[in-house]
């Protein structure tokens, strides 16, 4: 009986102890070898794929709790199941065709994931954790997606779309920074912060949406040429800043409406020029800011075609609330340099445009086919004079005029209604 208590205890013992399962390691450091469809088990341990392994034929992660290091030199083709299971980079991965993905993680550790060309798009169901994609042909998001710690998509001048049943989440304290191509296919909020310490950036790419969108948390960046365009508009309803940075340029594009809508925060100042030479374009495009108000400092706007500003009126009681749209705020070094080109019209459609730039040259006009008009129902108000140089101040019919006493408008008016004069 003795004897056999002890063996059950050595049993059990080695049981514990001596037979816990190993991760499987596929591949050699030294010999190229083509792989079958390896499976690597669900184990809190290290599953590797490694060296000169060559994986033509896909690979099989268990389940969602499957981790498995990619650490070789050659591409991934065939089916890659990830089943919800996280693939982490030692090594940039390449993907070639033929290519089937399925949903997961890939953890980039400062890597990069290069996805193959293709004649048609390549789908993207995985999320991703501090790594760099860069595309060959066009691709779609397929699946709700998250982003955490810093990723980079580059696009490769192709285009990304989001798919009906897709979407993009950047994670709490993360950064997604697109670059060099098309983001379409949006809508509603299907690119989207978790929260305000997600940040956002958009890099030499163009912007093109499906119908409304709204942007709702987090922070966005502008950097080099940017382009919105497409269908409804962009409500920026975040309470961190929408910066277009030094030596960028964000154009809006005909018939789109870009809506300064802080529902969050009483805030004017959240779209913000880095610095001088920081521009946005208006190119048929329309700058609304509802009722919180929209203050522009620095950098540049310019008109290049018939564009449009226009901010809400609402009132509390008997009080009348008419933040408007500011341009400059009394400080020389602040001033917002507009430019209307030759044969544009900028029309403030209603609401309130308040000028509050001190230089003379802060409103440049190219000759008297370039027009400031105020429409029917809207007010302009000065804080200071306003020089038109060769251009036209065109106020319509049931307009209003305000300003500081002594502030004036130097250059050409063209009146063509009753026009009700106010000071501020």
């Known amino acids: 009986m003795h004897i056999f208590n002890i063996f059950t205890f050595a049993l059990i013992f080695y049981l514990s102890f001596c037979t816990q399962s190993y991760g499987i390691v596929v591949g050699s450091d030294t010999t190229v070898a083509r792989q079958r469809k390896p499976k690597f088990p669900s184990q809190d341990?290290?599953?590797?794929?490694?060296?000169?392994?060559?994986?033509?034929?896909?690979?099989?992660?268990?389940?969602?709790?499957?981790?498995?290091?990619?650490?070789?030199?050659?591409?991934?083709?065939?089916?890659?199941?990830?089943?919800?299971?996280?693939?982490?980079?030692?090594?940039?991965?390449?993907?070639?065709?033929?290519?089937?993905?399925?949903?997961?993680?890939?953890y980039g550790n400062g890597f990069a994931v290069e996805f193959p060309g293709s004649s048609s798009n390549v789908d993207i169901p995985v999320s991703l954790n501090n790594v760099k994609i860069f595309l060959q042909s066009d691709a779609t998001i397929t699946e709700d997606i998250m982003i955490k710690k810093s990723c980079v998509i580059n696009c490769g001048g192709y285009a990304l779309s989001i798919g009906d049943s897709g979407s993009i989440t950047v994670a709490n304290d993360s950064r997604l920074h697109f670059e060099n191509g098309v983001i379409k296919?949006?809508?509603?909020?299907?690119i989207r912060?978790?929260?305000?310490?997600?940040?956002?950036?958009?890099?030499?790419?163009?912007?093109?949406?499906?119908?409304?969108f709204v942007f709702l948390y987090g922070g966005l960046i502008i950097k080099n040429d940017v382009v919105m365009t497409g269908k409804g508009s962009f409500a920026y309803q975040t309470s961190k800043t929408f910066t277009i940075a030094s030596r960028s340029s964000l154009l809006l594009d005909s018939d789109f409406t870009f809506s300064y809508d802080p529902i969050r925060v009483a805030s004017k100042i959240l779209l913000e020029f880095q610095s001088d030479t920081s521009?946005?374009?208006?190119?048929?495009?329309?700058?609304?800011?509802?009722?919180?108000g929209l203050q522009l400092t620095r950098g540049d706007l310019l008109v290049k075609r018939d564009s449009f500003l226009s901010s809400e009126v609402t009132s509390f009681g008997e009080q009348l609330i008419d933040e408007g749209i500011i341009f400059g705020s009394g400080v020389s070094e602040n001033d917002v340099r507009c430019t209307i080109l030759s044969g544009s019209i900028l029309e403030l459609s209603s609401g309130t445009l308040f000028y509050d730039n001190v230089n003379a040259g802060s409103l440049r006009m190219f000759n008297e086919r370039s027009?400031?008009?105020?429409?029917?129902?809207?007010?302009?108000?000065?804080?200071?004079?306003?020089?038109?140089?060769?251009?036209?101040?065109?106020?319509?019919?049931?307009?209003?005029?305000?300003?500081?006493?002594?502030?004036k408008v130097i250059g050409s008016l063209d009146i063509g209604g009753a026009v009700v004069t106010e000071v501020l």
């Open 45 to 106: 341990v290290d599953n590797t794929m490694l060296g000169f392994s060559v994986f033509e034929n896909g690979i099989y992660l268990e389940d969602s709790k499957t981790t498995c290091t990619f650490d070789a030199f050659f591409p991934i083709a065939g089916i890659v199941e990830l089943n919800g299971g996280s693939l982490h980079l030692a090594h940039d991965l390449k993907f070639k065709n033929p290519l089937q993905l399925h949903s997961g993680w890939i």
């Open 185 to 190: 296919g949006l809508k509603e909020d299907n």
């Open 193 to 212: 912060c978790y929260d305000d310490t997600g940040v956002m950036t958009l890099d030499d790419v163009v912007w093109k949406q499906d119908d409304d």
């Open 279 to 292: 521009r946005l374009i208006l190119d048929g495009a329309t700058l609304h800011a509802t009722v919180t």
């Open 371 to 407: 027009r400031l008009s105020i429409a029917s129902g809207a007010r302009l108000g000065l804080y200071q004079d306003i020089t038109l140089g060769k251009g036209v101040l065109y106020f319509s019919n049931d307009t209003t005029f305000a300003r500081y006493p002594e502030k």
